[in-house]
């Protein structure tokens, strides 16, 4: 059974960085594409970023793009986030997702969830 676990969320000032992690076991990930959303309360879950695991192609949503940064490390199946030059408006909390879908962007691609890590970016 797959299961995602994320961990380094927290939080951090204004400006400031934080690093997800996402630790991947119970399948065949070569077949698919990770992703990291994100969700504040109340609000539908959006996309942040997306990697293919296999050619390490990424995707990202504007609201990140040039800040944040999506990689994987095969050997320990694991899908990081580094978070730069944080802002407030990335206060959520952040889910890992695996798909197999071809797309990158909509929830209805991802089979696997994670159970979600919270972030706070205090001014």
């Known amino acids: 059974q797959v299961q995602l676990v994320e961990s380094g969320g927290g939080l951090v000032q204004t400006g400031g960085s934080l690093r997800l992690s996402c630790a991947a076991s119970g399948g065949t990930f070569n077949r698919y594409t990770m992703g990291w959303f994100r969700q504040a309360p109340g609000k539908e879950r959006e996309f942040v970023a997306a990697?293919?695991?296999?050619?390490?192609?990424?995707h990202y949503a504007d609201s990140v793009k040039g800040r944040f940064t999506i990689s994987r490390d095969n050997a320990k199946v694991k899908v990081f986030q580094q978070m730069n030059s944080m802002k407030s408006e990335d206060t959520d909390d952040y889910y890992c997702?695996?798909?197999?879908?071809?797309?990158?962007?909509?929830?209805?691609?991802?089979?696997?969830w994670g159970q979600g890590t919270q972030v706070t970016v205090s001014s």
């Open positions: 997702a695996a798909g197999s879908g071809y797309g990158w962007d909509r929830t209805s691609e991802y089979d696997y």
């Open positions: 990697i293919r695991w296999v050619g390490g192609t990424t």
